[in-house]
C-alpha cells in the first residue's frame, strides 16, 4: 500500500511568492519522522526538513517549513519566496518506528518550476 | 567534510556484463541502504544494512546482490545486468539502525544504462 502521497506531479510559482508542496502519509505507528528532500536537476538528495510524531510544533528551517496536520496526516511543504534556484523535484518521505528495517518511504515527487 | 560518495557517476554497459558501485560513507554510520529512482516512482530500497555483516533485502532486490564487509564501504552488485535496471541508483545511510527520527544523507548518484 502506497505510504507517501503526493498528489502534484508539477507545480508553478512565481519567484518571491510562497509555495506549498502536499504530502500525505499512511501509517498505524505512533512514533514515525517525516522528511522533505530536494532534487535539483544535477541529481543530487539534499535533505531540507524533518518533523517528528511527537514534535507539538511545526518545524522551520530557513525559507522552509513543515504545516504538519497529524489527525489528517499530511505534512505539506511550505517554502517562501521563492527563488529561481528552488527550481526542482521534491520528495516527502516517512520513516517508521519499530523494530528491524526503518527504511525511508518515499513519495513520487513534485517538480516544482519557479518562474521569473 | 561528511559525506557519502558513489562512484561511478555514470555508467553505460551491455546486457549480462557483472558490475559493481561502490558507496563510501565517512560519518560512522552503522545504517546503510542503496535505492534505485524510477520516474513516477519515487525511490525504492533494494537492500540496506544494519551494520557490518548484516544486510537484508529492501522492496525490490531482484538481480542485486551486495555486501557490508567493513563499517564505510556497501557496494552494489548487478552480477548480471538488464535493460530493467537502467535507473538511477543512490546509496545513503544514517546513523543508526531502528531510529526513526535519523535523517538518511544520500550520496550524488549513479546513472546507469544497460543496453
Redesign the interface.
Known sequence: AQKITQTQPGMFVQEKEAVTLDCTYDTSDPSYGLFWYKQPSSGEMIFLIYQGSYDQQNATEGRYSLNFQKARKSANLVISASQLGDSAMYFCAMREGGIGNNDMRFGAGTRLTVKP | EAQVTQNPRYLITVTGKKLTVTCSQNMNHE?M?WYRQDP??????IY?S?NVEVT?K??VPEGYKVSRKEKRNFPLILESPSPNQTS?Y?C?SSQS??????????G??T?LTVL
Open positions: 545504517y541502504s513516477g516512482l519515487g525511490l525504492r530500497q540496506y544494519m537484508d529492501g522492496d538511477l543512490f545513503a539502525p531502528g531510529t526513526w527520527t535519523d535523517t538518511q544523507y544520500f550524488p548518484g546513472r
